[in-house]
């Protein structure tokens, strides 16, 4: 069974930096693309960003240049950095990982995490 577990997400001041962490177990994580998703309150699902098994990096358009993508295969562990955070980047932050080698879509990816809460406060 494949579980995804996310933590570091918290209450921060508009300007600070997160690390999110994701723990994968149960699957093929080294040939796993791995995503981050964040849904705020009464809107929807939004792509943050995605990293492929060869390390291909894609971020969405509202955090490129503030959010950093990495992986570590040996630990079945990825992270988000996130610096010069704002309060629209408030949301719950999922972890979700997919077979195909990239993809912004929510529905193409198999397995999702819980969710860590991200509140940045102004």
């Known amino acids: 069974q494949v579980q995804l577990v996310e933590s570091g997400g918290g209450l921060v001041q508009a300007g600070s930096s997160l690390r999110l962490s994701c723990a994968a177990s149960?699957?093929?994580?080294?040939?796993?693309?791995m995503g981050w998703f964040r849904q705020a309150p009464g809107k929807e699902p939004e792509f943050v960003a995605a990293?492929?098994?060869?390390?291909?990096?894609y971020y969405g358009s509202s955090v490129k240049g503030r959010f950093t993508i990495s992986r570590d295969n040996a630990k079945s562990l990825v992270y988000l950095q996130m610096n010069s955070l704002q309060p629209e980047d408030t949301a719950v932050y999922y972890c979700?990982?997919?077979?195909?080698?990239?993809?912004?879509?929510?529905?193409?990816?198999?397995?999702w995490g819980r969710g860590t809460q991200v509140t940045v406060s102004s």
């Open positions: 979700a990982a997919t077979d195909h080698y990239w993809t912004t879509v929510p529905s193409q990816y198999n397995y």
């Open positions: 149960g699957t093929t994580f080294s040939r796993s693309t």
């Open positions: 990293i492929s098994w060869t390390d291909s990096t």
